[in-house]
């Protein structure tokens, strides 16, 4: 594997930093109006997000409006706008024209809000009254996630990948409620790589980094949910499906990067490897009472009324799928 010049390492090159460019490592004026919004600004501004706050790591909160990290002009005003406007106008457009997309745009969209969400998290303390417990999220951490930051960076630089992009996509039509603050809806799994966005009228959970395996296994049984306009319920419901479908994930997929001729080219190893072991883990339902609890805004009592049932909105009792109305209370 030749060594990668065309791609920034923070490992090699300058260190995590409020004074240089998240992306590509550019060193950074002090003085600077670049920073890019990790949230993107057509998002914050159509959902009146600038003054709500999103819950952290550490369990504090923070308004939407901080959450920027450092960014040099080209990266943002270039490159990654390039990303912003293509999704903003497919999500305009709907679910389907974002399935449409080049599936490179969307794993970049969303593994930036990912990414960027951990970074901002790099620069603000653990505890507000003691600093010195350092930050939230720390830079071994960061490190951690050096492989996702080098494939962000086909924004910024050509990459190809073999034999696609190694991630899952499920992008959902969602209805649209009448109170504004209703209208979107953010989790993520950082350990899975794992990214879900409701923005109006279009629902897109990412698995990041699973080589496609999901989208292999079980995307015939997920796409059998694109024939409804899912309430914020039901999208939450396949939220929690998905994350626990992907905890069942048990391999770790391995990539070999190379350059050559000017751009990176990225190929995805045998997910199977020589085990003959199944993909995934056999399922629990407890297990994944759990996650749908965590994911919805009910507890664990009414999510899991009794053992063994978990409750579920996508479904009528006869089988049929379930179309519910956008206002109406799950």
């Known amino acids: 594997m030749s060594e990668l010049q065309l791609l920034f390492d923070p490992e090699v090159d300058i260190q995590f930093g409020r004074d240089v460019c998240f992306l590509c490592g550019a060193v950074l004026p002090t003085e600077r109006n670049t920073d890019e919004h990790v949230l993107p600004k057509w998002v914050l ?6 003054n709500q706050r999103l819950t ?7 308004p939407y409006r901080q959450l920027t990290i450092p960014c040099c002009v080209t990266c943002n005003g270039t490159h990654l706008n390039r990303i912003e406007t293509a999704m ?44 010195s417990e350092g930050p939230i999220v720390q830079e071994e ?15 910024r630089i050509p990459f190809e990948f073999y034999p696609e992009v190694p991630a899952s996509f499920f992008i959902f039509e969602t209805l649209d409620p009448t109170d504004n603050q209703m209208r979107f809806d953010y989790w993520d799994n950082p ?14 959970i990412a698995c990041l980094q699973d080589g496609g395996a999901l989208k292999h296994a079980a995307g015939d049984y997920y796409k059998k949910y694109e024939k409804l306009k ?5 999208f939450a419901e396949l939220t929690a499906r998905i994350w626990y479908d992907l905890s069942l994930f048990n391999r770790i997929p ?22 003959g072991k199944p993909l995934f883990d056999e399922a629990d339902s407890e297990q994944y009472g759990k996650v749908l ?30 179309q519910m109305l956008a206002d109406d209370e799950p």
């Open 45 to 50: 501004n159509r959902f009146d997000l600038w």
């Open 56 to 62: 952290l790591l550490n369990r504090t909160e923070i």
């Open 88 to 131: 903003q106008q497919a999500c305009d457009a709907g679910a389907q024209v974002v399935r449409e997309l080049p599936s490179q745009t969307v794993f970049i969209w969303m593994g930036k809000i990912l990414y960027g969400l951990l970074y901002r998290e790099h620069f603000l303390s653990w505890s507000r009254r003691d600093p």
């Open 141 to 155: 951490t960061l490190r951690r996630y050096r492989l996702h930051h080098q494939f962000l960076q086909a924004a």
């Open 191 to 204: 350990i899975g790589l794992m990214v879900s966005v409701r923005v109006g009228k279009v629902g897109i």
């Open 230 to 234: 899912l309430h914020w319920m039901q």
């Open 254 to 275: 391995k990539f070999m990067l190379n350059e050559q001729a000017g751009k990176v080219q990225v190929q995805l190893m045998p997910l199977g490897g020589l085990s």
């Open 293 to 322: 609890t965590h994911v919805s805004r009910f507890s664990e009592e009414q999510i899991m009324p009794e053992p063994g049932k978990v409750m579920g909105w996508l479904r009528k009792p006869s089988g049929e799928l379930r």
